[in-house]
Nanobody
């Protein structure tokens, strides 16, 4: 089994910064995609940013230029640096890994971490 553990959420004032991290454990053969999603109350979960195995990245239009997704050298931890945070960025943030392991291709979710942007 693969487990994803997130850290780094919290409360911040508008204009502030936070960095989220998500570390994977378990047997993984290949990580195809590492991504961050968020879900605000009453809204659907949406993709915030993703990084592919080859290193290419993509971002939601609402966070371009403010958020940066990266991974560590071992490629088992993904980070989301968030700058110039706005109240509308408030949500529960979830990491997602799409991997190949002994069970085949599987998607796994972290437990979620709350980000609150408020004055």
């Amino acid at each position: 089994q693969v487990q994803l553990v997130e850290s780094g959420g919290g409360s911040v004032q508008p204009g502030g910064s936070l960095t989220l991290s998500c570390a994977a454990s378990g047997t993984i053969f290949i990580i195809y995609t590492m991504g961050w999603y968020r879900q605000a109350p009453g809204k659907q979960r949406e993709l915030v940013a993703a990084i592919q195995s080859g290193g290419s990245t993509n971002y939601a239009d609402s966070v371009k230029g403010r958020f940066t997704i990266s991974r560590d050298n071992a490629k088992t931890t993904v980070h989301l640096q968030m700058h110039s945070l706005k109240p509308e960025d408030s949500a529960v943030y979830y990491c997602n890994f799409y991997v190949r392991n002994a069970s085949g291709r599987q998607g796994y979710w972290g437990q979620g971490t709350q980000v609150t942007v408020s004055s």
